[in-house]
């Protein structure tokens, strides 16, 4: 069995009997938290952990600054994580800092300041080495289980960015930082607490339109998001949706549920209830937000929340590289989108024919889906919108009529019925264009004795097709995007053994 | 329509590219198994079924063309105009078949229309292609053609025919063409199938 993080599993610290005792320290745009461990290069074993919130990001979505306020409530964390470190005799004290830090225009006093306090100099990440040591922090506690699938994606949702990374059989094999977060979206959107209706739909409307806009096009079905949002969010559906204290999951509905609550009460009121720190539920909503419209993008039934991160890839990686270990985290970023940098001489895995098809039939589908306001909004009479739509629905139905064999037979026999409708649906407007079009053209190629009868033709036609938008329009406006892309995903789930030959 | 062969053989966890010949040598086949058909003008119903297996095959080469050699993009251009060739054909006959409804509706009153509102419950080569719907607007009595009306689309009927045996002829050329080089056995050494 590999590991899901691909990791070099004899690291700089195999050998020795005792694991070192390390901490590390992430100043994040909400929080700064601490974990102190005993390293090991697949292994963390995890003495002490805190954190802080003190919403750097707050003062400086405002001004571009860090405040002067922040910079003293910071401080103070910091020589009491410092003090905690003695405590535990540490060997290695590592800090970083993140999104807010990066963005703000006095960071190099800031952290100056913070290395004359402590002692320890900050070393500033940008978002894909974040991306790639919030890989290593939340994945190696998964990385025994049997049943973790081939593609694993990681959501890190902090106060300032989001950091995506997807891997593939431990290798990532894609990455993406996004400059929002719960605390920006909050700082940016909400005018009352709770927030106002129009609030969340603006926030809502953008998250929608800025998540189209990214360049990952699919998402694994195992999605382990962290952050302190998503621990938050985890705490706040335990306790208000009574669920078990042992899950670490939430469905789409526990998320929708939770942001219902919170769009409902105040900060206040869903701090004293659910004992949650008042200014993380203040802006606990920007955060479920984005998750919700995470899940929407890419049809994610349901998240799976770790409770690690960044300080703990820090950590992990240091007992993997040792003293450089963050500049070989960069090189390994450096080289590439498509990176196989965790084992040494392992070569990229290939694509296989189901993982094939699985990007090809989502890509397939987003193509056609792509098409739907435009068919609704028929403006100009334009026949192109159809015309796409149902090319589109087609090849959709080409693809899945490939796969036919290999695909699990119900959730198959449901998507492809659905795909078919479409495709019927769009074709009976088109071919019904195409005559009109082609009548049209008629009356330019035929003598005048043929005309009185092409006129007639189009106008019964013409009858016809407005008669049939309605019909069309109505199909379309009901088609359950998402109902269809979870029973396409579902219809070519991955697995050991297919109907064909595995 | 006919409907797509289940392709047999495949390896859900091997390589796109073994898996991705099967599925195109089943398309090819599929094809194929229409060419008989090929010199009889008056098939409409088999040369729309090779137009189809000609389209399934073309989206086929499309969806695993970056496997497959550079040359498939010529193959590709080949049977897309196969395709286009018979899809032109097909819009000319569904046009006829819409202009002989009309002139015959007109002539036969209601047991032809009702005999044309129940074929597309039937199957197969008894179906026809127009919907009960747009049949209903076409022999809709207090929309019937005046006679200036009428003339014209049998003038336009006469017109469709003509280009119909047109564009068979040079789609028939261009089948043959292809037979000549043996596009078949190309197309599948080309592919390594």
Redesign the interface.
Same mark, same amino acid.
Do not use: T, W
């Given at each position: 069995m590999y590991c899901i993080c691909g990791c070099e599993k004899v690291g700089v610290f195999m050998q020795e009997q005792y694991p070192p005792v390390c901490a590390a320290v992430d100043i994040g745009s909400n929080t700064i938290r601490i974990v102190i461990a005993k390293c090991m290069p697949d292994h963390l074993d995890i003495l002490a952990a805190d954190e802080a919130m003190v919403r750097i990001g707050e003062s400086v979505n405002t001004d571009g600054m860090i405040s002067s306020e922040k910079r003293k409530k910071t401080l103070t964390v910091l020589r009491r994580y410092k003090a905690l470190t003695r405590s535990y005799n540490t060997s290695h004290f590592f800090v970083i800092a993140t999104e807010a830090i990066r963005k703000a225009q006095n960071k190099d006093a800031f952290i100056a300041e913070i290395k004359d306090a402590i002692g320890v100099p900050v070393a500033i990440i940008d978002g894909n080495i974040e991306a790639a040591l919030m890989f290593y922090g939340v994945t190696y506690t998964v990385a025994q289980d049997a049943h973790v699938p081939n593609s694993v994606g990681v959501m890190d949702l902090g106060g300032g960015s989001t950091e995506f990374v997807l891997a593939r059989k431990g290798h990532i094999t894609g990455s993406t930082s996004l400059p929002i977060g719960s605390g920006w979206i909050h700082d940016r959107y909400f005018t009352a607490d709770p927030p106002t209706a129009v609030d969340m739909d603006t926030a809502s409307t953008f998250l929608q339109t800025f998540l189209a806009g990214i360049p990952i096009k699919r998402f694994p079905k195992l999605c382990l998001v962290t952050g302190g949002t998503a621990n938050v969010l985890l705490h706040l559906a335990q306790k208000a949706l009574r669920l078990s204290t042992e899950r670490v999951t939430l469905t789409r509905d526990e998320v929708l549920r939770c942001e219902g609550l919170l769009c409902s009460l105040s900060s206040r009121e869903i701090a004293e209830r659910y004992q949650i720190d008042e200014k993380r539920a203040r802006v606990l909503i920007g955060g479920v937000l984005i998750i919700h419209a995470v899940m929407d993008r890419y049809h994610i039934a349901e998240i799976q929340v770790s409770e690690h991160g960044i300080r703990e890839g820090v950590l992990i990686a240091y007992a993997r590289y040792g003293e450089n270990w963050l500049e070989a985290v960069r090189q390994q970023m450096q080289s590439g989108r498509k990176i196989s940098p965790y084992v040494p001489g392992a070569e990229e895995p290939q694509e296989d024919f189901v993982q094939f098809g699985q990007q090809r039939i989502h890509e397939r589908a987003e193509q056609m889906f792509g098409w739907r306001n435009d068919v609704l909004a028929q403006q100009d009479n334009d026949i192109e919108p159809v015309h796409k739509m149902r090319v589109a629905s087609r090849r959709l139905r080409a693809l899945m009529d490939a796969y036919q064999s290999i695909g699990e037979p119900e959730a198959f026999k449901y998507a492809y019925r659905s795909v078919k409708k479409t495709a019927d649906t769009l074709g009976n407007a088109r071919d019904t264009d195409v005559m009109i079009a082609t009548l049209r053209q008629q009356l330019e190629d035929i003598p005048e004795k043929g005309h009185p009868g092409i006129l007639w033709l189009i106008d019964r036609l013409s009858c016809y097709r407005d008669q049939y938008q309605e019909e069309l329009s109505a199909y379309i406006h009901e088609l359950d995007e998402r109902e269809l892309m979870v029973a396409l995903d579902a219809s070519l789930a991955e697995r050991d053994s297919q109907n064909g030959k595995s | 329509m006919a409907k !797509?062969k289940?392709?047999?053989?495949?390896? !859900?966890? @091997? +390589?796109?590219e073994?898996?991705a010949q099967v *599925?195109v040598r089943t398309r090819m086949d599929e094809m194929y198994a229409w060419e008989e058909y090929v010199d009889n003008p008056y098939n409409v119903h088999e040369l729309h079924n090779l137009r189809i297996a000609a389209?399934?095959l073309r989206? +086929?080469l499309? *969806?695993f063309q970056d496997v497959f050699p550079e040359q498939a993009a010529e193959i590709i251009k080949e049977v897309e105009q196969i395709q286009e060739e018979l899809g032109s054909l097909h /819009?000319k006959d569904?046009?006829i078949a819409?202009?002989r409804l009309?002139l015959g509706g007109q002539d036969s009153g209601s047991g032809y229309e009702y005999a044309l509102m129940s074929a597309p419950q039937k199957s197969g080569k008894l179906q026809f292609a127009i919907?009960p719907? #747009?049949v209903a607007?076409?022999l /809709?009595p207090e !929309?019937a053609? +005046?006679a200036?009306?009428?003339? @014209? #689309?049998?003038? #336009?009927l006469e +017109?469709?025919q003509h280009q119909r045996e047109e564009m068979y002829t040079a789609f028939r050329q261009h089948w043959y063409q292809l037979k000549g080089k043996d596009f078949r056995q190309q197309v599948l050494s080309m592919l390594k199938i």
């Open positions: - | !797509a289940v392709v047999e053989n495949l390896h !859900a966890h @091997g +390589s796109v073994e898996n *599925i389209k399934r989206y +086929s499309e *969806i /819009d569904v046009m819409l202009i009309c919907q719907e #747009l607007q076409l /809709d !929309a053609p +005046s200036e009306q009428r003339q @014209g #689309l049998e003038f #336009l +017109s469709l």
